[in-house]
C-alpha cells in the first residue's frame, strides 16, 4: 500500500521511517514528505493524513450521530458476500486491477472486492472510527485516514476508483471529481452514485437530520442535470448508468400497494431516489 502514497498537499514521496514497514505494520511510525516535510502517522498500520492538522470535518457533512451510523453500516455489511448489487460488480471478477474505495467507511465495498479474490485495494474515510472499524472487526487491510479533496495517491495509479455515497457529504464536490481524475489511470473506470435532491428518500434523510440533530451530513443536492454537467466538467463521461426508484426500493412489501407510491410521490416530489454511473476519462 505504500507505494502509492504521496504527499496530500505537495504531491512528493513519503519517506517511511522505522517501524512501517508493511511487514511490521502493527509498530507505530510516521510518513514524511520529501518535499514539504509534513509528517503523518501511522498507527497500527494505518496512516492517517489528517491528525496533523485541525480536523477538517467541521467543513465536511460527516454522520451527525456516528454511533448510530456505525450500527447501520454493520446491519448493511454480509461479511461473506460477493455482491454489492452495484454496477461495480461487473468489473471484480479475477481481476488484477488496483481499485480504490473513497469513502470506504468500515468496509462494505473493499469486503466485496475481497470476497472475489482482489487483493490490490485500498480505501479511506476521513472518519478515523470508521477506518478502525473496517480493520479491527472485518480484518480489511490497506485502509487509510484522508479527505477525498486531498487523496494521497500518486498521479494515474488507480485503475478502479468507487465512489458511493460520498459527494453529498463534501463541501467541494467538484475538488473531489478532480482528485479522482488526477488518481486514475487513463483507460480507469470511475464508479460512484449521487441521491436525487429533489427525492423523497434524500428529502427525508435532510429534513429528518435537521430536525431531530440540527444539522444533515447531506451538505449538496443534486439534480441529473447538476451531476452531468460536474462530471463533465471534471474530465469524465458516462459509459453506464443506472437509476435507482424511490425509497420503496426498500420496502417490496409496499410495492404492491401502488397507490401509496403514487400519493407520496406527488406529495413529496420526484421518485427516482438517485443515479448510479459507470465512467471514464475523456482526457
Ligand atoms: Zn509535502
Not at 507505530?28 to 496533523?52: K, N, Y
Not at 480505501?123 to 480489511?140: N, S
Not at 426508484?245 to 413529496?268: A, D, M
Request: some cysteine.
Amino acid at each position: 500500500m505504500y507505494d502509492y502514497f504521496v504527499c496530500p498537499h505537495c504531491h512528493h514521496n513519503l519517506v517511511g521511517e522505522e517501524g512501517i514497514q508493511e511487514r511490521s505494520r502493527a509498530d507505530m511510525g510516521h510518513l514524511s514528505c520529501s518535499g514539504c516535510a509534513s509528517r503523518f502517522p501511522v498507527e497500527e498500520g494505518i496512516p492517517d493524513f489528517l491528525s496533523h492538522v485541525v480536523r477538517e470535518h467541521a467543513q465536511e457533512g460527516v454522520a451527525v450521530d456516528l454511533h448510530n451510523a456505525v450500527t447501520l453500516f454493520r446491519r448493511e455489511i454480509d461479511p461473506e458476500s460477493k455482491l454489492s448489487g452495484r454496477l461495480f460488480d461487473q468489473d471484480v471478477k479475477s481481476t488484477d486491477a488496483s481499485f480504490l474505495d473513497i469513502g470506504c467507511g468500515i468496509g462494505r465495498h473493499l469486503l466485496v472486492l475481497r470476497n472475489n479474490g482482489i487483493t490490490n485495494m485500498l480505501g479511506f474515510d476521513i472518519m478515523p472510527e470508521l477506518v478502525h472499524t473496517a480493520r479491527k472487526e472485518y480484518a480489511v487491510k490497506n485502509v487509510f485516514v484522508a479527505n477525498a479533496s486531498r487523496i494521497p495517491l500518486r498521479n494515474e495509479s488507480i485503475d478502479i476508483c468507487l465512489l458511493y455515497n460520498v459527494i453529498e457529504h463534501c463541501s467541494n464536490p467538484a475538488k473531489v471529481l478532480e482528485e479522482v481524475h488526477r488518481v486514475l489511470k487513463k483507460e480507469g473506470i470511475l464508479y460512484m452514485d449521487v441521491p436525487n435532491g429533489r427525492s423523497m428518500g434524500d428529502r427525508i434523510f435532510r429534513w429528518g437530520g435537521i430536525v431531530f440533530y440540527g444539522k444533515t451530513s447531506h451538505i449538496q443536492t443534486f439534480t441529473f442535470d447538476k451531476v452531468s454537467r460536474l462530471l463533465r466538467n471534471a474530465g469524465f463521461e458516462i459509459k453506464a448508468q443506472k437509476t435507482a426508484r424511490g425509497i420503496f426500493i426498500n420496502y417490496p412489501q409496499l410495492e404492491r400497494f401502488g397507490w401509496i407510491r403514487k400519493t407520496v410521490t406527488i406529495l413529496f416530489g420526484n421518485e427516482v431516489s438517485g443515479w448510479e454511473f459507470k465512467l471514464g476519462k475523456t482526457h
